[in-house]
Nanobody, 117 residues
């Protein structure tokens, strides 16, 4: 069974940091290595939005509002994706989802991040 599992969410105060991790299982190494891996988030009443992505070549793309605060990385050997989130703001509160996109789109079930002001 191919799946993604996120971890690392929680409740923090504004200005603090969190590190989200995404572990993949059942996705063969060549598929993971060739895919673009991303973090999305969805806040209550809002559409899901892309927060950060990193291609197989290491090219990164960020949502404008998180630039300079969030850093995405991946470990192809371990098939993991990480999102380091610093200087968190209340508006970062959302469920965060891991995505691996190749020929097939894989999604995790999400991890809740709550930032209190």
């Amino acid at each position: 069974q191919r799946r993604l599992v996120e971890s690392g969410g929680g409740l923090v105060q504004a200005g603090e940091s969190l590190t989200l991790s995404c572990r993949s299982s059942g996705i063969i190494l060549s598929v993971f290595n060739g895919a673009t891996t991303s973090w999305y988030r969805q806040a209550p009443g809002k559409e899901r939005e892309m927060v950060a992505s990193i291609t197989r070549d290491g090219n990164k793309n960020y949502l404008e509002s998180v630039k300079g605060r969030f850093t995405v990385s991946r470990d192809n050997r371990k098939r993991t994706v990480t999102l380091q989130m610093n200087s968190l703001k209340p508006e970062d509160t959302a469920v965060y989802y891991c995505n691996v996109r190749g020929a097939t789109d894989y999604w995790g079930s999400g991890t809740q991040v709550t930032v209190s002001g």
